[in-house]
């Protein structure tokens, strides 16, 4: 049966990744060995990792000043890299959701944390407007995509000071102003390439402002000044998100993915809303996610939920359980996810709705 595959991370990749990963593997570039067993000092695959940042800035039309980082750790280890690397006496940060708040508390480890606002008392449902941005903080901090609450800032911020964006589960899906951030970040594992590559999107002169020590692995400098090749990337992910980017530039780049991705998003959360059975997680409409649709089934038919489970995961709809603090539906719809799953999953909710 055809699977329709909407977990929230690691997640669908294109057909095209997997296929050319499996390629990769058996016989990298026509090297006749595989790329889990080549150096990453050959010239192939200083190739691979030359061409995944040139894409990088190609698709996402990144201005002189930047570099583009493939690191380990992921999003998480972020949290503790950019205060450590940025933060010198205050930062501020945006709560909207439980990626921010575990951003926040590793910044507390480095200096004053201003929290200018926080959807938390209504369980992230909603991203906080008219809050100000302190002009003496170091940076201000955001999560653009809310993975679990199912809440997105889709617009580019205008920020004081220099802004440092969480898009872990955004990256690529639309177009977006890299000028106005100082830093943009992400697993790779939700919309580019499996898991094990952390990217970063960095201005190289936002660096060398803070006083203490960094240890070489923590400090962006040391991999700015190595291209990303300081140590062993992770050569794997690195290679498979390179097959990502091509595919996404032979399908249009991000305006067409974007196209692809709010079309979506329209028929599957128009369908929550008709649906007797449904009701979307997030209420004001401009903040509702197009990457990950939360959604509830209503109080009278709470104790279908299993049930309605089972029904889709008949017709091969898999990872549509929301997450396991919020509950509830999580239906992630990033880039690779094809329209079709989205219809067989609006066809779902409607005949199980004839059931009820
Ligand atoms: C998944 C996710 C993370 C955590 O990423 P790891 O690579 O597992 O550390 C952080 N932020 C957001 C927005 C995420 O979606």
Not at 64 to 86: D, K, T
Not at 182 to 198: D, R, S
Not at 260 to 268: F, M, S, T, Y
Not at 285 to 303: A, G, P, Q
Request: glycine fraction near 6%.
């Amino acid at each position: 049966m055809k699977k329709h595959n909407f977990y929230a991370g690691p997640s669908i990749l294109p057909q095209y990744t997997i296929d050319k990963t499996i390629e990769g593997i058996q016989d990298f570039a026509g090297t006749g060995l595989s790329v889990l067993e080549v150096s990453h000092r050959s010239k192939e695959f200083v190739d691979v990792m030359n061409e995944a940042q040139a894409l990088f800035k190609e698709l996402l039309d990144i201005p002189e000043g930047y570099s583009v980082l493939f690191l380990q750790g992921g999003a998480s280890m972020q949290f503790a890299m950019i205060p450590f690397n940025l933060l010198n006496k205050k930062a501020a940060y945006l709560d909207t959701g439980a990626w921010s708040s575990k951003a926040i508390k590793e910044a507390k480890a480095f200096g004053e944390v201003d929290v200018v606002a926080s959807s938390k008392d209504q369980g992230y449902n909603y991203i906080p407007k008219n809050y100000s941005i302190p002009e003496d903080a170091d940076y201000f901090h955001i999560t653009t995509n809310n993975t679990i609450a199912g809440t997105e800032i889709k617009e580019d911020l205008d920020s004081p000071v220099p802004l440092v964006a969480d898009m872990s589960s955004d990256i690529f899906s639309r177009p977006v102003d890299v000028s106005k951030y100082a830093m943009i970040y992400g697993g790779a594992q939700k919309n580019l390439g499996p898991a094990g590559a952390t990217f970063v999107i960095i201005k190289d002169d936002i660096l060398g402002k803070v006083d203490r020590h960094i240890p070489t692995m923590l400090n962006y400098q040391t991999h700015i000044d190595k291209g990303s090749m300081f140590n062993t990337p992770p050569v794997l992910a690195v290679f498979s998100a390179l097959q990502t980017l091509k595919w996404l530039k032979e399908n249009g780049g991000v305006e067409a993915a974007q196209k692809r991705n709010i079309e979506k998003a329209n028929l599957l959360y128009e369908e929550i809303e008709r649906n007797k059975l449904f009701t979307p997680a997030v209420k004001n409409k401009e903040d509702r996610s197009l990457m990950n649709i939360t959604f509830v089934m209503n109080d009278e038919y709470k104790d279908k939920e299993k049930e309605f489970l089972d029904f889709a995961a008949e017709r091969g709809i898999v990872g549509i359980k929301g997450h396991r603090s919020v509950g509830g539906f999580r239906a992630s719809t990033y880039n690779a996810l094809p329209k079709e799953s989205v219809e067989v999953l609006v066809k779902a909710m409607q005949d199980f709705e004839k059931t009820v």
